[in-house]
């Protein structure tokens, strides 16, 4: 069985490809490595991904050198996407360009396919916006984004569920919540607290870090990726949505009292007011996709933050090396 996973060298698609490999699935990799963050974690991420591992370094808005990556191809696994809410306020065209147009690269790839069986493809918990009912589940609107980001990931949902009707794709997008864990992106909060702890550097909390969050290791994450791989969709719902969450809200305050106990350090942190785009409380509803797999996310905060300070400490060493 052969499986393109796209964003390939980013901290999803990584993870998600090597669990893949040990299955013993071929796995065929993109990623254009963009200098988002530091390319070297990149590339360590791809060096660890061997046998049964194909790599292409490409654009998936450059529809003509995705379409040419569907032979023998029968499952994708499409979590490429330029990623941050902030960011999008600096540089928008890169949402467009890799979210929007990306998406729409890969749509018409299974379209054209003749092998492709299954797209499921990234979504993010950001499609609720700021004022939906917590927990959020799939019925709650979606028609609010409070960022760009959010919005294309809706508008991708959108494509994806117009090109099932018009054409018969079986779909599956997921909707992540705070993903975090071991070859995470240094963009995120948690890896951005670790540096600023181990730099002696101020650390920003919105709300005096009484924002809450549904923090969701990246093992129960690949778990549910799985679980949907292994129940793709049948005709009488061939485009569906899931949330892929851990089902618990926590405070960033106890991320950060979490990452002081296992980095041995004091936070030096300061208060300041939470941004316009940044809901205060997230929270997945997760039993559609456990009735799908039985999916339950079993990683707790307390055991996974220091599994990511073991690894955090071991890359920063590498690193500075």
Sequence with gaps: MRVLVTGAAGFIGFHVAQALLARGIEVVGVDDLNPYYDVRLKLARLARLGQGFTFHQLDIANHEAVLKLGDGVEVV????????????????????????TGHLSILELARHSRS?????????????????ALPYTESERADRPSSLYAATKRADELMSASYTHLFGLKQTGLRFFTVYGPWGRPDMAYFGFAEAICAGQPVTLYENGRLKRDFTYIDDIVAGILGVFDHPPGDDAPHRVFNIGNHRAEYVRDLVWLLEENLGRKAVTVSLPKPEADPIETCADVSALHGLCGYVPSTTLGEGIPRFVEWYLRWRDLRVA
């Excluded at 492709?116 to 939906?132: C, D, N, P, Q």
């Design 77 to 100: 696994v499409h979590v490429a996407a330029q990623a941050g809410v902030r960011y999008s306020l600096e540089n928008p065209f890169a949402y467009a360009a890799s979210n929007l």
């Design 116 to 132: 492709i069986k299954h797209l499921i493809y990234a979504s993010s918990s950001s499609v609720y916006g700021t004022g939906s």
